[in-house]
């Protein structure tokens, strides 16, 4: 169950760095090199230098990516680049975006979440890579700068109410806008009852990781670590919880993104066969455009249908009969996991149809994917990709369900929308050694 505590964040003093948004940026894992290099341009203090800096040509052992992190956020502590809070404190997040012709507003709360790995449900696999760099930076600097994309049921909607009102009567303390327009706003909250009630609120709700899952396991990682190694918290801030961000998939504003998949590689690959393939399993129909064929998928959301484009041709597949994923599927896999529009199409045409099986996704020999449908499509029409698949999005309500069964989702079935941003709250661990 949810344990979760106030903290003494660091935040960027603004009469040093100016505008917030400079200093800011996406989850290391969206930092791009062209983002990379656009970060360190935009400000010399910029987050980016710490959770992803730029490697030198004499990197050692003694001076390298995570050295650098580590001196300069102490510098910026230092120097009051960084400045820590006086008071323990939630910290309120708004973010406020446009969604398929919305606007939309998500409502989360910054807070130290303590680790309890077989109490918090995880959906998605993760890979050695980013874990090995994440706990390589956490050793060099004991610091926590992400967030841990949570999420949690809450019908009641307790924690907004508790909010509500300290919101609407101060102004944000944090007020940025990222590079997609969209405005991310942060209320420091250190009234005690308000505090209590959403500790309360929360203590009996199950966690789920939206997004983070590297950051989470890395972070379990440390502290085991540090266990180990005898060392013992010396403050509420160490190596023991870590900083999360809670949001309820009961409030509006919970908006997830179809990643969608392009394929290549396949031998002898023949539309026309493929679709006759398709059609014991699938009811099989043709568009004359694109847009007809993403109207059709979103039309068919809930009854397993999956878009298509070839190089000539455009069309819907919806599933016949859902008991087929029974044969398709590891009986030991829940009905909710077999039931995803992800696994159908893993399951029942990528491996089925097309022979790309678990091994070839996960050493993404034959696909690779994107959230921009205009450009999978571009990608199938100029021949650089063989099919691109258009999905519709995973539901927040289905990443519970299947999180519940303690099983994770295949590759790549979420992508939250927005991210939420690097540099907006940090903690320092304390801790005797």
């Known amino acids: 169950m949810a344990q979760i505590i106030p903290f003494k964040g660091y935040r960027y003093n603004p009469a040093v760095v100016g505008n917030m948004s400079d200093v800011v940026t996406p989850p290391y894992d969206r930092v791009y090199p062209d983002v990379q290099k656009a970060c360190y341009q935009r400000s010399p203090n910029n987050i980016v230098r710490i959770i992803k800096g730029l490697s030198e040509a004499t990197d050692s052992e003694?001076?390298?990516v995570y050295t650098r992190a580590a001196q300069s956020l102490d510098t910026w502590i230092a120097d009051e680049v960084l400045v820590r809070d006086l008071e323990p404190a939630f910290y309120a997040y708004h973010q406020t975006y446009s969604f398929e012709g919305e606007q939309l507003t998500r409502k989360g709360v910054i807070a130290l979440g303590k680790l309890e790995p077989e109490k918090v449900h995880a959906h998605e696999k993760t890979l050695k890579g980013p874990k090995a760099d994440?706990?390589?930076l956490m050793q060099a600097t004991e610091a926590n700068f992400g967030h841990i994309f949570m999420l949690y049921d809450d019908p009641e909607r307790a924690t907004e109410k508790a909010l509500q009102t300290l919101v609407e009567s101060n102004a944000?303390?944090?007020?940025v806008v990222d590079t997609d327009e969209n405005t991310h706003q942060v209320w420091r909250i250190t009234d005690a009852t308000v505090i209590a009630t959403i500790q309360a609120a929360l203590n009996d709700?199950?966690?789920?990781?939206a997004d983070?899952?590297?950051?989470?396991?890395?972070?379990?990682?440390f502290m085991d670590e540090c266990q180990e190694k005898g060392w013992k918290p010396s403050a509420p801030e160490?190596?023991?919880v870590r900083m999360m961000t809670l949001f309820n998939v009961a409030e509006p504003g919970m908006s997830i993104r179809p990643i969608h998949r392009l394929v290549h590689g396949i031998n002898e690959f023949e539309a026309t066969r493929f679709l006759a393939a398709a059609a014991e399993h699938f009811n099989v129909e043709m568009h004359n455009t694109v847009d007809a064929m993403m109207a059709a998928t979103r039309t068919g959301l809930g009854q397993h249908t999956v878009g298509c484009v070839t190089g000539d041709l455009i069309f819907t597949l919806t599933l016949k009969q859902v008991s087929i994923m029974n044969e398709l599927?590891?009986?030991?896999?829940s009905e909710d996991y077999k039931r995803l529009d992800v696994t159908v199409l893993h399951a029942a045409i990528l491996d089925r149809l097309l022979g790309v099986d678990a091994k070839a996704l996960e050493e993404q020999s034959n696909v690779t994917y994107t959230v921009d449908a205009a450009h999978g499509v571009e990608m199938v029409q100029s021949g650089e990709e063989q099919l691109f698949f258009y999905l519709n999005a995973t539901s927040p309500e289905e990443v519970v369900r299947?999180?519940?069964h303690d099983e994770k989702m295949p590759q790549k079935s979420t992508d939250f929308y927005p991210k939420l941003l690097t540099g907006l709250v940090l903690t320092k661990m304390e801790m005797t050694k």
Do not use: Q
């Open 62 to 64: 003694s001076n390298n």
């Open 134 to 136: 994440r706990l390589k």
């Open 172 to 175: 944000p303390l944090i007020n």
């Open 205 to 209: 709700k199950d966690l789920y990781i």
């Open 212 to 221: 983070g899952h590297h950051r989470y396991e890395t972070a379990v990682n």
């Open 238 to 240: 160490s190596f023991g």
């Open 329 to 333: 599927v590891d009986s030991d896999r």
């Open 402 to 404: 299947v999180a519940d």
